[in-house]
Every structure is written in structure tokens, then in C-alpha cells.
């Protein structure tokens, strides 16, 4: 999509919003920060810019597609027993190359409809209730859990703060260590902060290889420590954010190759996962309960890198 | 003119002789930042640096923090040696530290274990002075190892919260310290330990949504800003007037995420009195008192 398309767009959502009574202002603002400081930066210079693009295009699959790609038979389950649900992160049952498992997916639009109905992928502690709840219920009955992951981050709102996020994805990190059944994590597109490592608490997290992890956004980096939000493609370089980078880093267990890049064609990435996932779950359902949490914490536990 | 000066000219009589002037140090008053009241430095000490108006929690570095908990002289510093390294080469990241940790050189969380009127404890305490308290794979580290030897010694674990959250110079590293800690102290709790953490201003971003919500007893400092985004980044976002006090500690209670909010002056009691309620109380052989029956 050219980029004045784009903004034309913007300004047609700035428009439907208006009539909606929903004020969207500020992620249209951010949507056409990032569409201007496209424009004015140079791609070569900080690769990793790049990777933060295509991880954002609106023709990337979602992590609903690959729910409808990998997974037979899914029955969506609503609702976190406490407060609501959630719209942001879709949940249920459903069968990957025909075994039973829990699936979790955040989800994000691909209109403007269906962006404002599923809050721009920013869940609320509702939806992170949810998935616990769910994910609970699949250590009751033994079944793998299958989790994807593509979120701005978490919703920064007054509800969402006055429903205790910060207690909701808190009680994630400290729930999912202690799950006695196979976590894998795939992060399909942004992985945006707290809000994506919520979700991300597994025996193995896979990465696609377009998609990017970050403890804050580019466009956050940049005008707090840079002071200037335009330098977000340096400050995309400089988090190691690409999928590469956190390979290297030890961050991530397998990048997993998209082809020619999902937005082209998702043929090659599902097929590359579905591979992945299969390979992952053998490996992991061959271990005792007590094993697999006793590896997962350590796998955790190693993370960091300090001098003594 | 400020006040102190004024007071320090009315009542200091000038001296006769230049050689034995008589000075008042300059910290002997100090304002209150929020009502502007002068306070006498020793009186506000004695009040745990509560203003004695209008009850302002003045902010504490790691030594006062050491000196209001810790019994005295019982503080042993613990994990000191741990020190950041600049993985990702993050621009001015390892500048910045080498220049902090001359000063701070316990880096943004000070480990240790003390005494509480007699009842041995294993605290850390952040440091707003180094990045804004802000975790990292050093303060990350810190933590986990204070609650291993928590597990290990079978002792509780209290944590002075202040913090702006994840450090972005460490990218996904500093992220995963949220997941790393959480473990630590599921691990912790799961064998039937107390942890008790107290969150002072502010407690935001990655460190409200990790180890400073999965305390047993989690305590509020009156006043004190607990949230998860920053109210600038809501009020951007949602293009509307925050609730009145939202996100300060009352607030937060109300929400329904505090057990309780303790003024400074009341800490020490309150938590001597849920140790001893959890039977972690000093050791019977401590001290003279009670005197020993031959």
C-alpha cells in the first residue's frame, strides 16, 4: 500500500471513529507517525527497522489465521469467570495433527471493523484471566497448550489499570511456570513488552522469522532515551528486536523461515511451523511432568547476563 | 530569601571573631516538597521522614532505607559483586554505567539480610538513583538469588519496591527478568514461604507486572503512584482526564490490589507483627533479654 493511500485511510478511520464516539486518537496518531517516519528514514541503514515494518502489515496473517491454519476441529471458549471477556485473545480446543490441545491467540484485525473489535491486539486483564483459566484447565486434562502471539502490548487504559493488569500479567509469569503440561510459544508478529511475555512463559518459544520481540515499542524508545520518536529505526537497531538478534542472543528457541515472507505467501511459514510445532511437542511430550517444569524453570533462571 | 537562612540570620549572632565563626550546617531545616512547611532535620528523622504536617513520604535512598528496617549494625550486604555488562551495545548504555556504578555500585537493587527488632530477614531495596530503579539482568539476578537463599534457609523475603520497570538498554534480556523473577518466587512460595513486599513511589511498567504484584502481603507507601503504563501514556491514549488520585496507592487499594497502606512511622511494627503471626520470630538466645534461667 503506498504511504498517501495509507494516510488517506487514516484519516477515513479518524472519521468512522468520530461517529462511533470512540476516540481513537492516538493509535491513528502512532499508525501515521509510523507511516511519516517510514517515509523519512533509510531502510538500509537499520535492518531491523525492517523487520519491525513487515512485522506490523496490516496483509500479515493474524494469529487467528494461524489458529485456522494449524489447528482442526477449534471450538472457541469465551470468558474469564471473573469480570468479562476478552476479545483481544481468542481461546478454546481444537486438535494439531490430530491430538488435543489448548490454543491461546491474541487477535488482531485486518479492517478497520474488526481492528477496533479486537482493541488493536492490546488485550485487557480479562484476556489474560481467560487464557490462564483456560490454559489451567488444560493441565487438568493433559493436553498440550499451543500459544500465538502478536500485541502492541497491553492495553494502557483506565479499566484495564483499574482491573489490575499489572496483578494479571503477573499472575501469567507465575502461573505458566508451574503449568504441568507442554507450553510452546509462537510470536507471529509484534511482540509487544509485558503484554507478549504474559503469554510467552513456555518450554520452547518459536519466532517467525519477520516477527519481532521488544521490551518497548521503537516509537516508546526512541522518545524516552532518544528523546525524539522519529528515530525509531535506530532505536529498533539497538533493542535487538528482530528475530535473528534474539536467536542470538539466546532469547528465542527457533526462528522459523517465512519463504518469501508471510505478506507474500503464508504457504511456506505454516508449513515450516506446523514442522516445528510437531518436532517440539515429540521432544517434549517425552518428559515426565517433573521434567519438563524442572527444565522450563531453568530455562528461565539462566537468562541474563551480568559480570561477577 | 528561603526560610533556613532566615532563621539562621535572626537567631545566629554574628560572630565577634572571624576565626571562630559559628555556621549552621545547611541541612539542619528542610522544606516539605508538598505542603512547603520547614521542618526541623532532626524531628523529621525521628518521624521516619514523614513530614510532620502533612504526612509527605520523603523519598529514602538504600543507607536510609537500611537504617529505618534493619537493627543496628545487623545489615550484611549480600550479591554486591554482581555488575552490569552492555550486551546489546546499546548507544550510551555503558557509558552511563560505568559513571552510575561509581557512585551506586550496588547497581539499581541493594541485597541483603538483616535483623528486625531480632527476627532474622532477607530484603532488597531499589534504588531510584540508578536508571530509575530499573530492572535489569543484574537487579533480576539479584532478586532470584535472594529468594533461592530464602528456599534454601527457610527465612522470609521483604522487598522495598520503587521502579520505573524493564530497562530498555538490555532490550529483551531486561524483559525476561520479569519471567525469571516470577519463577523464582513461585518456587519460593510454593514451599510454603512468606513474602511480603512493600511498593513506594512509583511502581510502574514491567516491575508492577512481575514480583512487585506476587507478594503474599503486598503494603503501600501512602500516596504512592502503582500502575502499569505511565498516566501520561493512558491520558495520551485515551484523550480523557484521569479519575482523581488515580493509580496512587488509596486508589489501587480501593481497586482492590493492596492488603494494606502503611505509613513509614508503623512499618517496622507491622511487619514484626505478621512475621511473628507467619512464627518467624527472633531467635530465643539473641541478646541478654529474655534473661537466661540458670
Not at chain 1, 527457533?254 to 503464508?266: I, K, R, Y
Request: aromatic share 6%.
Amino acid at each position: 500500500m503506498a504511504n498517501e493511500e495509507v494516510l488517506s485511510k487514516l484519516e477515513e478511520l479518524r472519521s468512522l471513529a468520530r461517529s462511533q464516539g470512540v476516540d481513537l486518537g492516538d493509535q491513528i496518531n502512532q499508525m501515521e507517525q509510523r507511516v511519516n517516519t517510514t517515509v523519512s528514514q533509510e531502510p538500509a541503514a537499520f535492518p531491523a527497522w525492517y523487520n519491525v515494518q513487515l512485522s506490523r502489515r496490516q496483509d500479515r496473517p493474524k494469529p487467528q489465521d494461524f489458529v485456522a491454519a494449524l489447528i482442526d476441529n477449534f471450538i472457541e471458549f469465551k470468558g474469564d469467570r471473573c469480570a468479562g471477556d476478552d476479545k483481544a485473545i481468542l481461546g478454546g480446543i481444537g486438535t494439531f495433527e490430530g491430538q488435543p490441545v489448548t490454543v491461546i491467540a491474541t487477535r488482531r484485525g485486518s479492517t478497520l471493523h474488526t481492528n477496533m473489535e479486537y482493541n488493536f491486539g492490546m488485550p485487557h486483564p480479562e484476556g489474560y484471566r481467560k487464557a490462564m483459566r483456560l490454559i489451567h484447565q488444560a493441565a487438568k486434562f493433559r493436553r498440550p497448550v499451543l500459544l500465538f502471539v502478536d500485541t502492541p502490548g497491553a492495553y494502557p487504559g483506565i479499566d484495564s489499570e483499574d482491573h489490575g493488569i499489572s496483578e494479571a500479567i503477573a499472575r501469567s509469569l507465575s502461573d505458566l511456570i508451574g503449568i504441568a503440561v507442554p507450553l510452546i510459544t509462537t510470536i507471529t508478529g509484534e511482540g509487544g513488552s509485558g503484554g507478549a511475555l504474559a503469554l510467552s512463559v513456555a518450554d520452547k518459544i518459536l519466532i517467525m522469522e519477520n516477527a519481532i520481540f521488544s521490551v518497548i515499542s521503537p516509537e516508546g524508545c526512541a522518545s524516552i532515551l532518544f528523546k525524539d520518536s522519529t528515530q525509531a529505526p535506530r532505536a529498533a537497531q539497538s533493542l535487538k528486536l528482530d528475530a535473528k538478534s534474539l536467536k542470538e542472543l539466546g532469547l528465542v528457541d527457533a526462528v522459523v523461515n517465512e519463504g518469501d515472507g508471510l505478506h507474500v505467501s503464508s504457504e511456506i511459514g505454516f508449513k515450516n511451523l506446523r514442522t516445528r510445532i510437531t518436532h517440539e511437542l515429540r521432544e517434549l511430550k517425552s518428559l515426565d511432568a517433573g521434567s519438563l517444569l524442572d527444565a522450563r524453570y531453568r530455562k528461565f533462571r539462566a537468562i541474563g547476563n551480568f559480570s561477577l | 530569601m528561603k526560610v533556613p537562612e532566615l532563621i539562621k540570620r535572626l537567631f545566629v549572632t554574628k560572630p565577634r571573631d572571624d576565626k571562630k565563626e559559628i555556621t549552621l550546617p545547611d541541612n539542619l531545616f528542610v522544606q516539605c516538597p508538598k505542603c512547603k512547611i520547614t521542618i526541623y532535620q532532626k524531628k523529621l528523622h525521628a518521624n521516619s521522614d514523614v513530614c510532620l504536617e502533612c504526612g509527605h513520604h520523603f523519598v529514602l535512598n538504600v543507607q536510609q532505607w537500611i537504617d529505618l528496617l534493619a537493627d543496628r549494625k545487623s545489615w550484611k550486604p549480600l550479591f554486591a559483586n554482581i555488575k552490569p555488562i552492555d550486551t546489546l551495545h546499546f548507544p550510551d548504555y555503558e557509558g552511563k554505567l560505568k559513571k552510575l556504578l561509581k557512585d551506586e555500585p550496588e547497581e539499581s537493587i541493594s541485597t541483603g539480610r538483616c535483623t528486625i527488632e531480632g527476627i532474622p530477614v532477607l530484603v532488597g531495596i531499589m534504588n531510584p538513583n540508578f536508571l530509575m530503579g530499573s530492572l535489569g539482568s543484574v537487579a533480576g539476578e539479584k532478586i532470584v538469588r535472594l529468594f533461592e537463599l530464602g528456599l534454601q534457609e527457610r527465612q522470609p523475603v521483604f522487598l522495598v519496591v520503587r521502579s520505573g520497570g524493564a530497562r530498555m538498554q538490555e532490550g529483551v534480556l531486561s524483559l525476561m527478568q520479569m519471567a525469571k523473577t516470577s519463577a523464582a518466587i513461585r518456587r519460593f512460595s510454593d514451599a510454603g514461604l512468606l513474602y511480603i513486599n512493600l511498593l513506594t513511589h512509583p511502581t510502574t511498567g514491567g516491575v508492577s507486572a512481575s514480583f512487585a504484584m506476587l507478594g503474599d502481603i503486598t503494603l503501600g507507601e501512602p500516596k504512592a503512584l502503582i500502575g502499569f503504563a505511565g498516566p501520561r501514556v493512558i491520558e495520551q491514549t485515551i484523550k480523557q482526564q484521569l479519575p482523581e488520585g488515580f493509580q496512587k496507592a488509596e486508589y489501587v487499594q480501593e481497586k482492590g490490589f493492596l492488603d494494606a497502606i502503611v505509613a513509614r512511622p508503623k512499618l517496622r511494627e507491622t511487619l514484626v507483627s505478621i512475621f511473628t503471626m507467619h512464627n518467624f520470630t527472633a531467635p530465643k538466645d539473641r541478646f541478654p533479654w529474655p534473661m537466661k534461667k540458670s
